[in-house]
């Protein structure tokens, strides 16, 4: 990767222009985030622990360009573009190398986030910026696990990242504004539409979708009705673009766990409290459509 054209100014602030990102976690999450940075033309490095997840990731993203071309919405360039900034590699010091900005998006497991950090800090020089896209893990719990407090920000996308325009971007108390504007600025490169939510656990969007999710899943339990129904009652009812089932299943069953189990503990454990259904279906592997089978079943 050329040497990054973001540095720190003498006064502390930062010049704009992120040219080198790396992504650390190729999964549902860090694939789609790769993409979208690489289609702005920024050299972009996916990594991850399995080389086998960062080939599935680049196949992903591969997949998803082909299917923009065939559907008219991504130009042969726009996909070249993108392939040409993108490049896989299984070794973390190589691939967060002079980079600009990293965005960890492995498991929603807070040590495993700052062991992450503590380890890829190492190889990083004093402009890079850190970014999480945790859904709900309160950013003071991270932001020690980074050399400079006032250079972690949250970026929280949403899946499928290449398709939806919400970019949630989460202010750590330490937070520096020229933190916030590079991260603003790379916002708008990337097409997306951005809100700023000060850190509280699960910020705004995973707060409010978990509470509809979880008392789905506690209707589908009580056999209120079955999930199509739930589903559409939201959709036809509400104008939600996909029922809540649906979306668990979208955004993955051991995810919106793990969301509930962070929310339980930091919020109020009887409103996150996650329902046994969705307990067991994670236990037996349903882990929504990334796994086959969910609430629907994908076979
Ligand atoms: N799935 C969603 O819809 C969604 C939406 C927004 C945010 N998130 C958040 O994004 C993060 C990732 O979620 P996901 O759904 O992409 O998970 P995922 O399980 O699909 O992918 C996680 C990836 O991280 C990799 N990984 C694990 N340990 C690693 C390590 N030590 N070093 C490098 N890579 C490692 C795994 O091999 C896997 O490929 C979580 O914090 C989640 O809460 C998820």
Redesign the pocket.
């Known amino acids: 990767m050329s040497a990054p054209r973001f540095s720190i100014e003498q006064d502390g602030t930062h010049r704009a222009g992120i040219t080198g990102v790396c992504v650390?976690?190729?999964?549902?999450?860090?694939h789609g985030i790769a993409q979208v940075i690489a289609a702005t033309g920024v050299l972009t490095r996916l990594?991850?622990?399995?080389a086998e997840?960062i080939e599935r990731?680049l196949a992903a993203v591969r997949s998803n360009l082909d299917k923009g071309v065939s559907r008219g919405k991504v130009s042969e360039a726009q996909r070249q573009l993108t392939l040409d900034n993108l490049r896989g590699s299984a070794d973390l010091a190589d691939a967060v190398a002079g980079v600009d900005l990293l965005i960890e998006?492995?498991?929603?497991l807070p040590d495993?986030?700052r062991?992450?950090f503590a380890a890829a800090a190492q190889h990083t020089g004093p402009q890079t910026l850190f970014a999480t896209?945790?859904?709900?893990i309160p950013l003071a719990q991270l932001v020690g696990s980074v050399p400079d407090p006032s250079r972690f920000i949250g970026m929280?996308?949403?899946?499928p990242v290449h398709i939806q325009p919400l970019l949630e971007v989460v202010r750590a108390e330490q937070t520096s504004e020229a933190t916030l504007d590079a991260v603003l600025e790379l916002a708008a490169r990337m097409g997306k539409d951005p809100i700023v939510v000060r850190d509280s656990p699960g910020f705004a969007s995973s707060r409010l979708g978990l509470a509809l999710g979880l008392e789905a899943i506690r209707m589908l339990e009580e056999g209120v009705a079955s999930a199509a129904d739930i589903d559409k009652a939201m959709q036809l009812g509400y104008r939600h673009p996909m029922g809540p089932l649906k979306l668990t299943d979208?955004?993955?069953l051991?995810?919106r766990l793990?969301?509930a189990e962070t929310l339980a503990r930091e919020i109020d454990a009887v409103r996150f409290a996650p329902p046994q259904l969705l307990r067991d279906l994670v236990a037996q592997g349903k882990l929504g459509k990334?796994s086959g089978a969910g609430f629907y079943d994908y076979a």
Request: hydrophobic share 45%; aromatic share 6%; proline share 3%.
């Open positions: 650390i976690g190729a999964g549902t999450m860090g990594h991850d622990i399995s997840a990731g998006a492995v498991p929603e495993l986030k062991r992450i896209n945790t859904s709900s929280h996308f949403f899946n979208l955004i993955g051991d995810v793990a969301i990334k």
